[in-house]
């Protein structure tokens, strides 16, 4: 319904009683979303038909996205004041008003960032977002402390990224793995973006899970309660301590709720290395990530059998492929930070 709205409000032809409905609705959160994930597509799909003629990089796709809503939030808040409404029948916005509000429809992204004529003085221009980009090669893991008291813990081969203004912004982004210990805040919410799966909260504690070479990213609560959906989608879940949700990347990208092992949870966030029936290729990309090494592997490799093990913290790789030896018959060598494993 409201997208014949936002037609109408483009062909000048909405009526004064259109023209509230729309407003209403367009400073509800209902409409946010709705816009930032219809914009994600439109930039994807521009992405792929202009290939490597893509006019905007990251940084400015999401600025745009940023300064389109604002302007939304500009037109609901004069459509709301009745003395803004003109008395003809058909309502009829500013230009740049309508060409703001169909932006994501028309796929007019570009238009604000194409040279044009001086803006009116009353359009406020949205600042460039200034990306703050903390990562971790693998072998390392670090402490982050975000500017609003939030403790991050972000494990090896991850990255997370979020604006510098991020106090009145509480929004990051993930690809790895972390821990977050969330600062309170009731009037601003903390999301984290993992692939396609948010997790909004205002003060708890989880984990998020996004490995790019894993099928399923995941989010586990350990204290608090958070609130997790799919990017495009209505559909929220609400999780209890002990809860989890995952969000399979392949396929018809099922959703599910799962039972938390929270001790496994905690484990590499204290830097304790941990294994429960780990497949042996699994094993081996797990130990690159937390030792930093790359391992060459000749022989056939076992497919059926899993080893379960504990580590504690700083415990070398010698004394960890020892340990798995017992379990598995293979000899290794060791070369700096290369390891070739034969069976």
Do not use: C
């Amino acid at each position: 319904m409201f997208q014949s709205l936002l037609k109408k409000l483009h062909q000048g032809q909405l009526s004064r009683q259109e023209a509230k409905k729309l407003a209403k609705w367009l400073k509800s959160k209902r409409s946010d979303r709705y816009f930032s994930d219809v914009y994600d597509r439109q930039v994807t799909q521009d992405d792929a038909t202009e290939g490597e003629n893509s006019g905007l990089s990251p940084k400015q796709h999401e600025s745009l996205k940023h300064t389109v809503l604002q302007q939304l939030d500009f037109l609901a808040r004069t459509q709301a004041q009745p003395g803004k409404l003109p008395p003809a029948k058909a309502f009829t916005p500013p230009k740049w008003v309508a060409a703001a509000s169909l932006l994501f429809l028309v796929g007019l992204g570009l238009y604000l960032f194409a040279p044009r004529p001086t803006p009116t003085p009353s359009v406020a221009q949205a600042p460039a977002i200034e990306w703050v980009i903390k990562s971790n090669p693998p072998g390392k893991k670090t402490l982050i402390h975000l500017p609003d008291g939030t403790k991050v813990y972000l494990n090896s081969e991850s990255t997370l990224t979020y604006a510098k203004g991020f106090t009145s912004n509480r929004q990051v982004y993930l690809e790895g793995e972390a821990y977050f210990e969330v600062a309170e805040d009731s009037l601003h919410a903390f999301t984290v973006q993992a692939d396609s799966l948010l997790t909004r909260v205002l003060g708890t504690a989880f984990n998020v899970r996004s490995f790019p070479e894993e099928n399923l990213v995941s989010v586990a609560l350990a204290s608090g309660r958070i609130e997790a959906r799919v990017k495009g989608s209505e559909t929220t879940e609400l999780l209890v301590p002990g809860e989890g949700l995952a969000l399979s990347k392949v396929g018809n990208r099922a959703v599910r709720k799962f039972d938390a092992d929270l001790t496994t949870v905690q484990y590499w966030k204290e830097g304790i290395l941990h294994f429960d029936q780990v497949s042996f290729p699994k094993l081996i990309r797990i130990l690159e990530r937390w030792y930093g090494v790359k391992i060459e592997v000749k022989g056939n490799i076992p497919k059926d059998s899993g080893f379960t093990g504990t580590f504690k913290n700083r415990e070398n790789l010698i004394n960890v492929l020892d340990a798995i030896q017992f379990s598995e018959s293979f000899t290794y060598e060791s070369n700096g930070k290369k390891v070739t494993i034969t069976f």
